[in-house]
T-cell receptor, first 111, second 114 residues
Framework: EDKVVQSPLSLVVHEGDTVTLNCSYEVTNFRSLLWYKQEKKAPTFLFMLTSSGIEKKSGRLSSILDKKELFSILNITATQTGDSAVYLCALFNQAGTALIFGKGTTLSVSS | ETGVTQSPTHLIKTRGQQVTLRCSSQSGHNTVSWYQQALGQGPQFIFQYYREEENGRGNFPPRFSGLQFPNYSSELNVNALELDDSALYLC?????????????FGPGTRLTVT
């Protein structure tokens, strides 16, 4: 059965800290891994990773995929209170028609 | 470019009733997927619509049904509502029916069943 496991489930840090969020997976027929940020309602797309070892960056956020060890990490440097959110990791199912999500990591950044 | 929109924002229904939720896809996108997100959980796939037909379904009973219209907008219908149907219902649109592709989500409809 396809599975996505995120850790930790919750995290509290101070502004300026660097955080690393983890996503491990078991999936048949890997296509790509996606990261989303969910603040109130709509998950906002962050990254899509398809190839191992190639880092994707957007400002203070970066992510990398390891297809051999079946995991991905999302790094956030110099955290700000606006980074407080639930971060979701997702992979496509075998048919490629649906995303399978982890439970998410709730990040709280205090000032 | 218009993003994904959903209506209504909130809805309160009684057990046994029926509900219809609506979604307009992002411009240029022809595929719509629906997800249910219970509190504290990640979204769970309900089904996908492509070319006005269901193109994949998750582990949801037949009382969850949908439609896609020629302009790619979509509806999710739920019959015989149960208390466990209380959740955030998210619609996502994409430019293709099979991955890898980016799915863009709407703001969701919060359904409460009492």
């Amino acid at each position: 059965e396809d599975k996505v496991v995120q850790s930790p489930l919750s995290l509290v840090v101070h502004e300026g800290d660097t955080v690393t969020l983890n996503c491990s997976y078991e999936v048949t027929n890997f296509r790509s891994l996606l990261w989303y940020k969910q603040e109130k309602k709509a998950p906002t797309f962050l990254f899509m990773l398809t190839s191992s070892g190639i880092e994707k960056k957007s400002g203070r956020l970066s992510s990398i995929l390891d297809k051999k060890e079946l995991f991905s990490i999302l790094n956030i440097t110099a955290t700000q209170t606006g980074d407080s959110a639930v971060y979701l990791c997702a992979l496509f199912n075998q048919a490629g028609t649906a995303l399978i999500f982890g439970k998410g990591t709730t990040l709280s950044v205090s000032s | 470019e218009t993003g994904v929109t959903q209506s209504p924002t909130h809805l309160i229904k009684t057990r046994g009733q029926q509900v219809t939720l609506r979604c307009s896809s992002q411009s240029g996108h022809n595929t719509v997927s629906w997800y249910q997100q219970a509190l504290g959980q990640g979204p769970q796939f309900i089904f996908q619509y492509y070319r006005e037909e269901e193109n994949g379904r998750g582990n949801f009973p037949p009382r969850f049904s949908g439609l896609q219209f020629p302009n790619y907008s979509s509806e999710l219908n739920v019959n015989a509502l149960e208390l466990d149907d209380s959740a955030l219902y998210l619609c996502a649109s994409s430019s293709a029916p099979t991955g890898p592709y980016e799915q863009y989500f709407g703001p969701g409809t919060r359904l409460t069943v009492t």
